[in-house]
């Protein structure tokens, strides 16, 4: 989750007065969710600090509804922030069941307008897999949110086969998301004065792509659908050079597992993006997918920059914008006309 410089009070006002936005009935495929019961829930157990939640996770569903009107989004799959560390596997669960409850109440009280992730620590493999059974099998989940590594181990790793295994019998959309990189100081900027999720985070997200293709994670798990947020991080700007250079991987990496899994992948457009000409010469329209990143994106940033950059960027056609602010994800996610 960005841990950007915004206020709650900003990004209310910022939804204000403005027009709402153009092509209506968008899918938002990142949108951020920090639910109010596992706040208190961790506070008490001292697992976490409010005042040092960003401010935007304070945010509640009326202003999530306010944002989505406006910027013309039907329906929204919340990626469910739990940011603590557990110091059991059973407190772990508690924390996952809290925030799965939290989000069926907010996808009931509001219907169409809601989806959500489940929340997957890989680490634990147990408490994932048990997350994978209760959210998919048992609650309606659409599908199930990673992060890029944990504690320096990536995407892609044998150690987490199990849990894939299981997602692969589900038929899983896998969520993906960058955090800050290995090694790193929890809230520290690794440069000064340039926060985190201006670029760690794509490289986080790069690095965890390279290590699916580089472990060939979409020929193991061929049923699973991965989303790569933020367009893909550096990963089409440096598809050429993965592809020329592979071989000094380890093991190494043939240029076409490059080109097949670069076009596997599905990206959101969450950032925002930049012009898509890169991308889409390596990668179908139809594996684009819209997302808007609030609330840690301010409302603003998205209403007056993002969509705005997206609706006019030539290298889109009127009939792929259609795909991305909506077909697409429908085709991904069936269920997402039935919530």
């Given at each position: 989750m960005?841990?950007?410089?915004?206020?709650?009070?900003?990004?209310?006002?910022?939804?204000?007065?403005?027009?709402?936005?153009?092509?209506?009935?968008?899918?938002?495929?990142?949108?951020?969710?920090?639910?109010?019961?596992?706040?208190e829930w961790a506070e008490h157990h001292g697992l976490v600090k409010r005042e040092q939640l960003p401010p935007w996770a304070q945010l509640d569903t009326d202003a999530a509804i306010g944002f989505m009107d406006r910027a013309?989004?039907?329906?929204?799959?919340?990626?469910?922030?739990?940011?603590?560390?557990?110091?059991?596997?059973?407190?772990?669960r508690?924390?996952?069941?809290?925030?799965?409850?939290?989000?069926?109440?907010?996808?009931?009280s509001h219907p169409g307008r809601f989806a959500f992730y489940v929340p997957l620590f890989l680490d634990d493999p147990d408490a994932s897999s048990w997350a994978v059974r209760r959210g998919l099998?048992?609650?309606?989940?659409?599908?199930?949110?990673?992060?890029?590594?944990y504690g320096g181990v990536y995407l892609g790793d044998p150690a987490y086969d199990r849990v894939f295994h299981e997602l692969n019998d589900h038929h899983a959309v896998v969520d993906t998301h960058p955090h800050n990189l290995?090694?790193?100081?929890?809230?520290?900027?690794?440069v000064p004065g340039i926060p985190n999720f201006m670029c760690d985070f794509l490289l986080d997200t790069t690095r965890a792509a390279a290590n699916m293709i580089s472990r060939r994670t979409l020929d193991r798990f061929p049923d699973i659908s991965v989303i790569l947020p933020h367009a893909g991080g550096f990963l089409p700007s440096i598809a050429t050079r993965m592809q020329a250079l592979g071989r000094f991987c380890d093991p190494p990496v043939d240029p076409g597992a490059v080109r097949?899994?670069?076009?596997?992948?599905?990206?959101?457009t969450a950032g925002p993006m930049a012009p898509a000409a890169t991308l889409l010469t390596q990668v179908p329209a139809d594996r684009l997918l819209f997302g808007t990143d609030w609330p840690?994106?301010?409302?603003?940033?998205?209403?007056?920059?993002?969509?705005?950059?997206?609706?006019?960027?030539?290298?889109?056609?009127?009939e792929q914008l259609q795909g991305i602010y909506h077909d697409n994800a429908l085709r991904l996610i069936p269920q997402l006309a039935t919530v």
């Open positions: 960005e841990e950007r410089p915004t206020s709650a009070a900003h990004d209310v006002a910022a939804l204000g007065p403005v027009e709402t936005h153009g092509h209506q009935a968008k899918i938002d495929m990142h949108h951020h969710y920090c639910a109010p019961q596992w706040r013309g989004v039907a329906t929204a799959v919340l990626k469910p922030m739990l940011p603590a560390r557990y110091p059991s596997s059973a407190q772990l508690e924390a996952i069941n809290i925030t799965l409850q939290s989000m069926i109440e907010v996808a009931n099998g048992q609650l309606g989940a659409v599908g199930v949110n990673v992060t890029a590594n290995p090694g790193c100081p929890p809230g520290a900027m690794t097949d899994h670069l076009q596997r992948f599905y990206y959101d840690a994106a301010p409302a603003d940033t998205v209403t007056d920059f993002a969509l705005p950059a997206l609706d006019a960027d030539p290298a889109f056609t009127p």
